[in-house]
């Protein structure tokens, strides 16, 4: 299994980004996907995520600006980002995992199925 993070990038508060995630090496059409960030010094935390259900969850400071969504192959898994703020400026990790809960979502450890990261730096 691999995950190929890419959209990562520099803009300015309020501006906009859009990662997608790229899952290979399996059928990915019935695992759940998600996204979780890690500033410097912090622990990783989870942005977003999409249940196999479809069933969505997002981090709290993160609701209605982020929206989590796959495409129709439902091997990729995107996140567009809009009103990005400084504090949002992390490394974005995707992650999957074929058997997890929709309650669960937000526990890294939960996950199977890391990616190697995308940096987002917001600018004040």
């Known amino acids: 299994v691999q995950l190929q993070a890419c959209g990562g990038g520099l803009v300015q508060a309020g501006g906009s980004l859009r990662l997608s995630c790229e899952a290979s090496g399996r059928d990915f059409r019935s695992w759940s996907m998600s996204w979780f960030r890690q500033a410097p010094g912090k622990q990783r935390e989870f942005v977003a995520g999409?249940?196999?259900?479809?069933?969505?969850s997002y981090e709290e400071s993160v609701k209605g600006r982020f929206t989590i969504s796959r495409a129709s192959a439902r091997n990729t898994v995107d996140l567009q980002m809009n009103n990005l703020k400084p504090e949002d400026t992390a490394v974005y990790y995707c992650?999957?995992?074929?058997?997890?809960?929709?309650?669960?979502?937000?526990?890294?450890?939960?996950?199977?199925?890391w990616g190697q990261g995308t940096q987002v730096t917001v600018s004040s």
């Open positions: 992650a999957t995992s074929s058997s997890i809960i929709l309650s669960s979502m937000r526990y890294d450890s939960m996950w199977a199925y």
């Open positions: 999409i249940h196999r259900s479809g069933g969505k």
